[in-house]
């Protein structure tokens, strides 16, 4: 049976789908939305963390419902300095964006456990055959193919650690990279969820995808031992392998999707090329969607073409830092780059994070980055030197 046709069509219940969803309820209820996603619950997996800085006007009420936990500032501790940062930081979780969901949308707007094969700009096929017809489509459905992209990745284990006793941490760590410098740029990352729960993750910036998840869950459990933490048990695993984004062809990137239909999300390139994060650009995306007047098929397609093309295009700069550590910085001495950027000014870094960094904090980021070579760096800025690695096809 063919469902009602309903005024957007939302391909993949994610993060870039949903907030996309709960924009449109919220500033366009005229409109009749569905999103329908292969899972059995919308949001897959996830903590997604952010900083309040990176959060676009309008954007905090639309996320607060997502948001679960909450801190006034961060740590970070390096090899050579330990800083506490004053910026607030929160995390928001896929169980909260699908009630979030749920209550924003009829139930028959959510259709979870379906899959789409195919789409146009006003309709999409499912796997069992079915066509569904939609005043406009927006295909949300994640990205996982990098034609002509290069640079390297992100990849993690996160584990939400039960412990016997309060851990003590007040504040996240965003990056404790005093642990062992292995397969590239390593820092564990810790959420203080609760007194006597604590998330951490064990990340890299490394050059391949490979991610051995026992062997990254010892380093875990390690690093707990070490704190003096003793885990009772383990409340939730998340893994990911992220591309870090040195270099590319948009044009390319857009083709792989296959059709003209609108895109959201990280299939539309949507997110910070050095930290692979998407929250900011998904939140900002679902705003300014919703803000448009004409949110045909056609019309919304040639939006969201205009608005990740330009994003590409400006995120130029953080595709040269995100070169600059991957082929001037040999892989073990990455770490002394982010120990650098990290003693900068807190609202330079805020800006890094936003994807808003002004002339001045472009030039002062990259003022002597150690512990890269002069020549090693000017190769990389002018493309004649080492390059980084393809991820893609
Ligand atoms: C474990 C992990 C943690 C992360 N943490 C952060 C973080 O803290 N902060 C941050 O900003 N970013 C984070 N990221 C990066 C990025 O923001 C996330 O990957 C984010 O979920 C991407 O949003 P998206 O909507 O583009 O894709 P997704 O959230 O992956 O959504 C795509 C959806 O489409 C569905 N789908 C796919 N194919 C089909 C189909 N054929 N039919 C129907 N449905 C389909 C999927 O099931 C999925 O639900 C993290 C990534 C991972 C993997």
Partial sequence: MNAARADIAILGGGLAGGLVALALARLRPDLSVTVIERGATLGGNHVWSFFSSDLPAGGEALIAPLVEAHWSGYDVCFPEYARTLDTAYRATTSHRLDAALRAALPAHAIRTGVEVRSCTPTSAVLADGETVAAGAVIDAR?????????????????????????????????????????????????????????????????????????????????????????????????????????????????????????????????????????????????????????????????????????????????????ALLFAAAAPEQRYRVMQRFYSLNPRLIERFYAGQSTLSDRFRILAGIPPVPVTSALGVLTGLGARPRTLGH
């Fill in 142 to 322: 994640g990205i996982s193919d990098y034609p002509s992209i290069t640079g390297g990745w992100q990849k993690f284990l996160g584990q939400r650690l039960k412990l016997a006793k309060p851990h003590g941490l007040t504040r996240p760590i965003v990056m404790d990279a005093t642990v062992e410098q292995v397969d590239g740029y390593r820092f564990v990352y810790c959420l203080p969820f609760a007194s006597d729960e604590v998330f951490v993750e064990d990340t890299y910036y490394a050059d391949g995808p490979g991610l051995d998840r026992d062997q990254l869950a010892g380093r875990i459990a390690a690093y707990a031992q070490g704190h003096g933490w003793q885990t009772l048990g383990i409340v939730a695993e998340e893994q990911g392998v992220l591309p870090v984004v040195a270099g590319g062809d948009f044009d390319r990137l857009r083709s792989t999707a296959g059709h003209r239909a609108a895109l959201a999300g990280t299939r539309a390139g949507l997110f910070h090329p050095l930290t692979s994060y998407s929250l900011p650009d998904a939140l900002r995306f679902a705003l300014t969607l919703a803000a448009q007047r004409d949110l045909g098929g056609a019309a919304l397609a040639n939006f969201s073409e205009k608005y990740a093309r330009s994003h590409w295009n400006k995120a130029w700069y953080y595709r040269k830092l995100t």
